[in-house]
């Protein structure tokens, strides 16, 4: 429901661009200030972002990305209900991550209360943002940071022009050798399709291929934000649309309404979680209940 002129009504959302906001009037700094990725080895958090994408950058080649495939994609590493895998997020701070410094979990009730407020129609979106981050749980699984967190770029071709730190981070990474993959369709055929490429890996492939897996029933808009919220080259940045099809240029208007909730609501105001849990408690069971294999 909306209220507009004192009267309540039901908005049905058919047009994700009719509710893009250039600037957020929730954001809590300028616009401008977020995803800041300069360089200050005098900054701690500007130089532990700038280490971990060049661990990144240097170490996902095609290779290394399938054996994560190969690795993770058997969902038998463990089982949790998603409550249970949402407050290990607690003790996790993603150190890719220029704009907050805080659990991630925090970031996840941060996101989904800023859109339920403002699409209170909408759970399973509300539930998105929730759980969008979710698959940052292979970290409590011998995997480093760098291939679990941060933005996705498609490996297998050239690196784009608007990847953070491209210039100066994929120096060793061998694929860049390899004629195989250093051309501007690499492996790919022109227009393909987004689920046709193979990406960096990391929490939201995983956490797509998880709720694949176990059946959850999130509309497909939803799955296609979680896949691709990180894909910043793309939804943001404007490349690979030479690999791109009519169909990602569609949904990509859901992965930008998405990405204004994942980004500008980062702040240090922390949310009443268990306040709130039986809310998304509610929804983790409409959407994806019961115990699932990670």
């Known amino acids: 429901m909306r209220v507009l002129n004192g009267?309540?009504?039901?908005?049905?959302?058919?047009?994700?661009?009719?509710?893009?906001?250039?600037?957020?009037?929730?954001?809590?700094?300028?616009?401008?200030?977020?995803?800041?990725?300069?360089?200050?080895?005098?900054?701690?958090?500007k130089e532990r972002v700038r280490r971990t994408y060049y661990e990144m950058h240097t170490n996902q080649t095609v290779d290394f990305v399938k054996a994560k495939m190969s690795k993770w994609l058997t969902f038998d590493h463990f089982k949790s209900n998603i409550r249970d895998a949402l407050e290990k997020l607690n003790e996790l701070v993603d150190e890719s991550d220029p704009d907050v410094d805080i659990p991630n979990i925090v970031h996840a009730f941060q996101t989904a209360e800023r859109i339920r407020h403002d699409y209170p129609d909408m759970d399973w979106f509300?539930?998105?943002?929730?759980?969008?981050?979710?698959?940052?749980?292979?970290?409590?699984?011998?995997?480093?940071?760098?291939?679990?967190?941060?933005?996705?770029?498609?490996?297998?071709?050239?690196?784009?022009?608007?990847?953070?730190?491209?210039?100066?981070?994929?120096?060793?990474?061998?694929?860049?050798?390899?004629?195989?993959?250093?051309?501007?369709?690499?492996?790919?055929?022109?227009?393909?399709?987004?689920?046709?490429?193979?990406?960096?890996?990391?929490?939201?492939?995983?956490?797509?291929?998880?709720?694949?897996?176990?059946?959850?029933?999130?509309?497909?808009?939803?799955l296609y934000m979680i896949r691709y919220h990180s894909f910043y080259p793309w939804h943001a940045g404007g490349d690979y649309t030479h690999l791109t099809n009519e169909n990602d240029e569609q949904m990509k208007k859901w992965v930008l309404l998405f990405n204004q909730y994942d980004l500008y609501t980062k702040s240090l105001e922390i949310p009443d979680i268990e306040k709130l849990w039986p809310y998304y408690q509610g929804l983790i069971e409409k959407y994806i209940p019961g115990v699932l294999e990670w």
Not at 17 to 32: C, D, G, N
């Open 7 to 45: 009267k309540q009504m039901v908005v049905k959302v058919t047009d994700p661009s009719e509710l893009l906001r250039p600037e957020p009037a929730f954001a809590q700094k300028p616009v401008a200030q977020f995803r800041d990725y300069s360089i200050d080895e005098n900054d701690p958090i």
């Open 126 to 222: 509300h539930l998105t943002g929730l759980l969008h981050d979710l698959g940052k749980v292979m970290a409590f699984f011998e995997e480093p940071q760098w291939c679990v967190v941060g933005d996705t770029f498609v490996v297998g071709c050239n690196w784009s022009e608007s990847i953070v730190y491209r210039d100066t981070s994929f120096v060793d990474n061998p694929d860049g050798k390899n004629p195989k993959y250093n051309t501007k369709y690499g492996m790919y055929e022109p227009n393909c399709g987004l689920d046709k490429l193979t990406l960096s890996w990391g929490h939201d492939e995983y956490l797509y291929r998880v709720l694949k897996h176990n059946k959850s029933t999130l509309p497909k808009e939803a």
